[in-house]
């Protein structure tokens, strides 16, 4: 009689504990990332009242199985559910959801152990670090060697260990709100240029007077010495002589360049050729299609500087003359006005000068077992002996991590139906075992009352 008290005991505690997470769950059904907990029960030890006995094959008795009584239920485990729960878009630049696999890498400074969530409501702090809600630094990566890739893409050193992110200053960008004046050092040109011009030479390279040479066509592009200074370098084109003498089949078109900044440097000029097809010569070394030229700023305080030009693009044909500067390298100063993060964790700053550069990288935690984690309060979960340990950050879409939302966050993924349904199921296990110990009392008070 004691040993179904005992039962009935043992499912009151277990079905309490299981209301308890059902409770918390649909208490954090709008909390920033959480992830539900489930509870699963299994019977505990068992009396043996007769064990088992085998057949017997020379009397033909058969086989008993045994007798036991059990002494109730337990708690087999309390589970975390890492299914993603849904995205919530609210267009703060600084919030964070993880499409996939991974957690954000979260720490107090330098100092105490990583810590990991799933919530990525960042804000960030007068002095420019990416924080948490509860004031803890966000982790990943700062240093990218400062060079864009050919794609126009940047690649950060993720063997680093990770570091705090700060999008205002750093030891590899220092003064990251300010973004210092490039020189520049190469332009692009193409275009075509007007084979119906007359020739003003009297040779392929010569030109017998230079000084007052009108050009019949010009165009102009901006360049930049170190300290950010522009200068309007005007680039013009004077058709010089057709050489069909050499070759009747194949004559060949020569065009005088010349150009002339206004920074009080003078000017610099040379010779192109093109074939009878228009295009441009590329393999006569007297005829350069990449020439250098000098700038010497005369009052700016800026060094001299070098600037490499190409006109391999250009072209020669029977229309009006169209030959711009495609591509410019260099810029003035500008100071830091915007920022964004991609879907791979760059956060890339905009600046006043139209100018873009990284100011860091979010970087992502991956476990073996991420059921395995420990909750510790505020959205943060900690490492234990069975999620596996935490060596290093991986990049967003990298080692099986998922890729960064911007604007948007990630909510929990606690199913109300599902809760509500386990609820009732719950309070109904929980009755019936409040029923098994009022019957049990029932019987025990009538075996009292056999002495009466």
């Not at 440097?265 to 350069?288: L, M, R």
């Not at 915007?338 to 760059?346: R, T, V």
């Not at 100011?359 to 935690?365: C, D, F, P, S, T």
Request: with cysteine.
């Amino acid at each position: 009689m004691m040993r179904c008290l005992f039962s009935g005991v043992s499912g009151l505690r277990a079905h309490q504990q299981k209301m308890d997470v059902i409770g918390n769950n649909i208490a954090n059904v709008n909390t920033v990332g959480f992830k539900s907990s489930r509870v699963t029960f299994s019977d505990i030890f068992n009396q043996t009242l007769s064990g088992a006995t085998a057949p017997d094959s020379t009397t033909g008795r058969g086989g008993i199985n045994p007798m036991q009584v059990g002494l109730g239920v337990g708690v087999s485990s309390i589970d975390t559910i890492t299914t993603r729960g849904s995205t919530e878009t609210t267009g703060s630049q600084t919030d964070l959801a993880i499409d996939g696999n991974g957690l954000f890498i979260v720490r107090q400074g330098n100092s105490g152990s990583y810590l990991f969530t799933r919530a990525g409501n960042f804000t960030l702090d007068k002095s420019g670090n990416l924080v948490t809600s509860d004031g803890l630094n966000v982790y990943g990566w700062m240093d990218y060697g400062q060079e864009q890739q050919a794609d126009g893409s940047y690649v950060f050193d993720t063997d680093k260990d990770v570091e705090p992110l700060n999008l205002f200053s750093d030891a590899y960008n220092k003064n990251k709100k300010v973004l210092a004046a490039k020189e520049t050092g190469n332009a692009v040109f193409a275009g075509s240029l007007d084979s119906a011009e007359d020739a003003v030479g009297a040779a392929l390279n010569d030109i017998a007077d230079t000084t007052d040479l009108e050009s019949q066509y010009s165009t102009t592009m901006t360049v930049y010495d170190a300290l950010g200074n522009t200068y309007e370098v005007e680039v013009s084109f004077t058709k010089c002589y057709v050489d069909s003498t050499t070759d009747a089949d194949n004559p060949v078109t020569s065009w005088y360049w010349e150009i002339q900044d206004d920074s009080g440097a003078g000017s610099t000029g040379g010779y192109i050729k093109f074939d009878s097809e228009g295009n441009i010569i590329t393999d006569d070394s007297d005829y350069s299609i990449t020439p250098e030229v000098e700038f010497s700023p005369d009052s700016s305080g800026a060094s001299p500087f070098t600037v490499s030009i190409d006109f391999s693009n250009l072209t020669m044909t029977n229309d009006d003359s169209s030959v711009e500067a495609s591509s410019v390298d260099g810029y003035a100063s500008g100071t830091l006005e915007d920022f964004s993060i991609g879907a791979d964790g760059i956060i890339m700053g905009v600046y006043s000068n139209g100018k873009q550069q990284p100011l860091g990288m979010v970087a992502l935690a991956k476990f073996d077992n991420p059921a395995g984690l420990s909750k510790l309060g505020s959205n943060n979960y900690v490492a234990t002996a069975n999620s596996g340990d935490f060596v290093n950050g991986v990049m967003a879409g990298d080692d099986g991590s998922g890729m960064l939302s911007a604007g948007s966050l990630e909510m929990s993924n606690v199913d109300l139906s599902y809760e509500f349904s386990q609820m009732i199921i719950t309070q109904r296990g929980y009755q019936a075992n409040s029923r098994i110990i009022t019957t049990a009392d029932e019987m025990l008070q009538e075996l009292v009352n056999l002495k009466r």
